[in-house]
């Protein structure tokens, strides 16, 4: 075991704190991770607070990490001590059912480990997240960072990025399709950035001109004010593909209406109970409405990438370990453009 300094909660109620965690000596498949950079996700403040009523604690939360290999154990063959690499939500599955043999790991038959709140599938020790100074994964969920990335901006790429990547390649989304983005946020403004790259016609659709603004900056082709009633009935049946990354509670039946005949609304960001909607909107023109996750291992090797090929980061403020807290606070306001990354070397 190695001490290794963090920062976490130790009841739903707590601020977050430093303490020390114990990361588990090398077995012959781990990387050791020296962590640059971690991301801060909606995700981890909910976890924090306990908001799903699954929490442990102590918990360290953090799922969105880059940094360099800092060793490797006897059996690692893809990664080298100095090697920039990530780690996402997940740190292992059971990697025999069909799920994980077709590169699903996220979708395990047997559960996934996550990367924070979960438990070793060896000895049963819980799993600590980013918020760290270090970390021990097995090498086949370590992925490889693209030289060209700057770290910082990289790291929301673990969670916020393969979120929105992988509903948007699952559904062909690519040129000629019309793609809706709701929400401009942490996810909101990954979507826009890669349904760009994929090559469709991207929209915005927000509640906020002023966000569609900075939306144009990110690569969207429109803007869709969703309170406008008029734009709203004006573009009626005008998409393929609708990616709703709203966070919070919300009715999606305006935006089905929107929707063109065999068209999709993909909830990402919405973890909770919805609002009724009338099933009439889905029978008038085999319309789905469906969620996606984040994606497997070889997915989100594949977006990162993309992202080195194309230069796709996410924007980001930079904020030191101490500041953790009030990040919390401000992310709660939507006061971020748009996602909070934390530089470890403040631990």
């Known amino acids: 075991m190695t001490a290794t300094r963090a920062w976490g909660a130790t009841a739903p109620t707590a601020t977050l704190e430093p303490f020390d965690i114990d990361r588990r000596a090398l077995r012959d498949e781990d990387v050791a991770i020296a962590i640059a950079y971690c991301g ?3 995700s981890d403040l909910h976890a924090a607070r306990n908001d799903w009523g699954r929490t ?14 800092s060793a490797v ?3 690692v063959t893809r990664f080298k001590v100095g090697d920039r690499v990530a780690v996402g939500t997940l740190v292992d599955s059971c990697r025999h059912c069909d799920a994980c043999e077709e590169g ?20 049963g020790s819980p799993t600590f997240g980013g918020y760290s100074a270090g970390i021990v994964v097995a090498e086949p969920f370590v992925l490889r960072l693209p030289d060209n990335l700057d770290m910082a901006a990289a790291a929301p790429l673990l969670c916020a990025g393969i979120t929105t990547y992988s509903p948007l390649k699952n559904w062909n989304v690519g040129p000629g399709t019309r793609v809706g983005v709701i929400g401009l946020g942490g996810l909101g403004h990954m979507g826009v950035k890669f349904a760009k790259a994929l090559g469709a016609e991207v929209t915005m659709i927000t509640t906020s001109p002023a966000k569609g ?8 082709d429109h803007v869709l004010v969703s309170t406008d009633k008029a734009a709203m009935r004006a573009a009626t049946r005008s998409f ?5 990354t709203v966070p919070v509670k919300h009715d999606v039946s305006p935006y089905l209406f929107l929707l063109d005949k065999q068209g999709t609304l993909c909830i ?9 909607f009338h099933s009439g909107l889905l029978l008038g023109g085999q319309r789905a409405v469906a969620g996606s996750g984040v994606g497997g291992i070889a997915q989100t090797q ?18 030191p370990m101490s500041g953790i807290n009030h990040a919390f606070e401000r992310m709660e306001r939507a006061d971020i453009k748009y996602r909070f990354v934390i530089d470890m070397a403040t631990i």
């Open 213 to 220: 603004e900075d939306a144009k900056k990110l690569g969207a």
């Open 268 to 276: 990402v960001g919405m973890i909770e109970q919805m609002e009724p």
């Open 104 to 123: 699903e790991e996220n979708y395990c038959r047997n559960g996934s480990t996550g990367t924070y709140n979960g438990k070793d599938r060896i000895d």
């Open 302 to 319: 594949e977006m990162l990438d993309l992202c080195g090929e194309q230069g796709i980061t996410a924007e980001i403020e930079v904020i």
């Open 40 to 42: 801060v996700c909606h």
């Open 73 to 75: 154990g006897a059996g």
């Open 240 to 244: 393929d593909f609708l990616l709703d």
């Open 56 to 69: 442990n604690y102590p918990f360290v939360p953090g799922h969105e990490i880059v940094g360099t290999v």
